[in-house]
Structure formats: C-alpha cells, structure tokens
C-alpha cells in the first residue's frame, strides 16, 4: 500500500457546527485506520479568530501529543507573527481575514515566508458557499489571484487547498500545488488530472469535514498509474518538505 | 448489495455510468433523466424528449437500471396526465423526478401529485438550503414539508441531505412520508449520522448524484459513517427495494 500523507487536516472547533473527528484523538485513530501516516495541520479556529495567536497557540496545544500531526500556524499580512514563525508550513486565509494576495504587504510576507523554506498554504474555502451561514458569506479566493501570487515567485512553491476541480485551469504556474480534496467530478479526478497532471497534485482529505474513506477512494481509479498516485499520495509533498 | 436512487443519465459528455457503477460494487441504480437539458423550464416537447432518452436507457440497462420520469408540474395537465401514463406503462419506470421548474409549495403540484397517489409511485424532488446560489424556483426543505402534508400518501424522496442539512432534516422530520437521499454536494462528515438519529435509517437512501458526482466519493461518506451493518443494509438497499416494488 502507498504511504500517504495529508496535507489538509484541521483540528479545534468550527463556530458554525461540530465535525465528528474535531478531536486530534479521535482524527489520529481514524488516519491510523485509513492508513494515513499523519498530514500538515491547521486551526479551525484561525479563519474566525480576531486573535490568530490565540488559535495558533491552542493549535499547537492540540498537537502536542500527536506527533503524526504538523501544525501549520495561521499568518496575516496584517499580523505580525509571521516575522518570527517556525513551521514547515502556513496558512492563509485571505478571503475570512479580507485581503488580497496580491497586495504589496501580503507579497512582502510570502516572500519572507519562502525565503525560510516555508511553505505558504492558500486556504480557498473551508465550505461549499451555498452551505455557508446566512449571515457569514465568505467568498472563495479567486483562483486567478492565487495563480498570480505564484507567478510572482517564480521555482517558489505555493499550495492552494479546497479548489474545485474547475478552478484548476486557473492553475497555469508551474510552481502553483493544489489538493484534491474539493475536487470530484467522475470519475472524480478525472477533470483535475486531465487538466492539471498528477506532478503538482497533493493528496488532502479536509478531514474532519469530509469523509476521510471519501478522499481516499479518489485515487481508486484505474487511469492512475502506481507512480502517479504515489505522487499524489505523499512523494510530491515530500520533495516539498524535505527536498527528497 | 447497494441501490443507487440518484443518478443521472446526461446524454452528452457523461463517461461510462454503468460501468463505473459496476467498479464500485453498486448492484442498481436508478436513473433520473437529463434534468437541465433543456434549462430550467422544459417544454412538452423537451420534457417528452427527456423521458424518450430515459425509457430507451432503462430499455438498455434493465440489468442494473431502472427510471424515473421527468416532469415539468407547470405544465399543462392533460399533458402531466398522460406522460405519466406513458413513462409508468414502460418497465421500470418506477416514480417521478422533479427538479426546479416549480417550487412544490404550489397548487400547481396537484395534478402531478394526484397521479402519484393513484399509481402509487413515489416522488424524487430536488431540495437544498442554499445560501447563495439559489435558482428562483428552487425548492427547500420547508416547501418539501408543505409538499408531504398536502399529500400525505405520495412518498416523496428529499434530495441531497448534505445540502438540506440539519435544518432541513428536522423540517421533514413529521412528514413520515418523507425520505433523504444521501446526495449532495462534497462528501461531509456528520450529516448522515445526525439524520439516522433524528428520523431513523429507514427513511434514508444512498444516492450518489453521479455524473455530477463519483461513485466511490459519495458511497464512502455512508459507509465511513461508523454506522451498524443492519442500518447500512437498509440505507445502501433495502430501503430503496420497498420504496420502489
């Protein structure tokens, strides 16, 4: 069996309702029992939190006794831990904190960002807007504003997680990564491998909002070679991590 | 054995339906037209048109498939009358689908609904609570709700919990004659669960939405549910068998 690995997990508590593997317990047991070795990590708290420390933090906290878990600390331009974070990873989210990735001040962070070998997570959505609240209706980021932030660090890695299968044709830059989680057309990467390719494919489960099994079957599919879902699973992560 | 009650035959652009059902173990499905063909509001011609594609797939794919007729309620009734007639003289065609051309709190549903009642088919009706997005005939849970109490002896499948959600679960909640399929949108955690405890697994059914969905994504949300086998079995086939006899 393929080694897989997660790129798009989260742990906390999400305002609007509870997500049965919220728990970093029960979240390790269950991708223990999908045979997923552990995955990158953010706050569910961190979209809605005026205090990106304080989610960071209680992040850390519910990571500590998890070591299949990496946590991936929430940056804003506008806040200014981002000088002094130390992560494999972090995560943006440009439409809940209102700003755009192309501004100068956001340019100027992910650029400080790469420079350590960080890599900057563009979170597009944590859910299907037509299910938002009807009081809290947060756009998508738009997928051409992420393409252009990666033109703009050209050989740089930038990950967007949670694109639909159709905004990946946005995705033209060579150094843009993108999960698959949101992605389900059928069979459902057919679309996305088609017109995205497996090299720049990262597995990403968004659990606990959906379905670990759900994700997973994904690469069930008899059109993927064994080295192309092995990409996907966890080598093109890899070399993004570690550089193997 | 698993029954598939929501699936779509698109006759442009749809990639092998049967086949990818048969690679996922799924033993029946259940067709429900090219519903937006034609937009949002079909003509008699375009309506007959849909069914004419549905009945010869059926025809086809009697092996694994069965049908339901598609049908415009705004249309007019001696026309709802006797396509009903023709689509239910046809095997396997089995109950009605709707989509959005009318939201069914409308007297208009009436015709259709009394067709239903005497042949005793039941009703797959297209339902979401949407934030954004919505078509302006669309149909939520709470117009669903009005629907089964204004009939209360025509079953009525609810489309796409996950889109309905849990308010949409508790609007139906008293309508015994409401069921839940299991479709609708991304594969999320925690809506199926909910929907057991709060109406029971009988009134629950597996669909996919396939094409617009894949198989093995919207299957494994039921089975990674951490529910018992015996509330599988009802949820994956035996509800659908009894719904559809």
């Known amino acids: ?244 | 054995m698993i029954f598939d009650i929501h699936t779509h035959n698109f006759k442009a652009g749809s990639r092998d339906l049967y086949g990818e059902a048969r690679r996922h173990g799924i033993g029946r499905i259940l067709l429900l037209g090219d519903v937006l063909r034609h937009g949002e509001t079909p003509t008699e011609e375009q309506v007959r048109e849909i069914n004419d594609d549905t009945i010869a797939d059926v025809r086809t794919h009697r092996d694994i498939a069965d049908g339901f007729c598609f049908m415009n309620p705004a249309l007019d009734p001696e026309f709802i009358r006797s396509e009903v007639a023709r689509c239910f003289a046809e095997p396997g065609m089995k109950g009605v689908k709707l989509e959005i051309s009318l939201c069914c709190r409308s007297p208009l549903m009436d015709t259709l609904m009394e067709e239903l009642e005497k042949y005793q088919r039941p009703l797959l009706h297209h339902c979401w609570f949407k934030t954004t997005q919505k078509y302006p005939n669309e149909s939520d849970p709470t117009d669903i709700a009005v629907l089964a109490k204004r009939h209360p002896k025509v079953r009525i499948v609810m489309a796409h919990l996950c889109g309905c959600g849990y308010r949409g679960v508790e609007m139906i909640a008293d309508c015994p004659n409401v069921y839940v399929d299991t479709s609708g949108g991304q594969p999320e955690d925690g809506f199926l669960q909910y929907a057991v405890k709060r109406i029971g697994a009988g009134r629950l059914l597996y669909g996919s939405d396939a094409p617009c969905r894949d198989f093995g994504c919207q299957l494994n949300k039921v089975l990674d549910a951490g529910l018992p086998a015996d509330i599988l079995e009802k949820i994956l086939w035996t509800n659908a068998m009894e719904l559809l006899k």
């Open chain 1, 1 to 244: 069996m393929n080694k897989v690995f997660d790129v798009n997990l989260s742990v906390g508590r999400w305002p609007f309702r509870r997500l049965p593997l919220e728990n970093p317990s029960r979240l390790t047991a269950a991708l223990r029992a999908a045979g997923i070795s552990g995955g990158l990590v953010r706050s569910l708290e961190a979209p809605f939190s005026m205090n990106i420390y304080e989610a960071n933090d209680a992040l850390y906290e519910l990571c500590r006794d998890h070591s299949e878990l990496i946590p991936v600390p929430a940056v804003r331009p506008d806040f200014g831990l981002w000088r002094d974070i130390k992560a494999p990873a972090a995560a943006l989210f440009p439409s809940y904190h209102q700003y755009s990735l192309l501004d100068p001040d956001t340019l100027e962070m992910v650029g400080a960002l790469l420079e350590k070998k960080i890599l900057p997570m563009i979170v597009i959505r944590e859910e299907d807007e037509r299910g938002q609240h009807p009081l809290c209706k947060v756009p998508p980021v738009p997928a051409a504003e992420i393409n252009g932030l990666a033109e703009h660090f050209p050989g740089k890695p930038v990950i967007a997680l949670n694109a639909y299968a159709g905004e990946f044709r946005f995705f033209t830059a060579p150094n843009l990564y993108a999960d698959l989680a949101f992605s389900e057309t059928f069979p459902a990467l057919a679309y996305t491998v088609e017109n995205f390719g497996t090299e720049r494919l990262l597995f990403g489960s968004h659990a606990p909002f959906f379905c670990l099994h759900s994700e997973l079957s994904k690469l069930d599919w008899p059109k993927l070679s064994p080295e192309q879902i092995s990409n996907i699973s966890s080598k093109n992560i890899e070399r993004l991590l570690y550089g193997k």
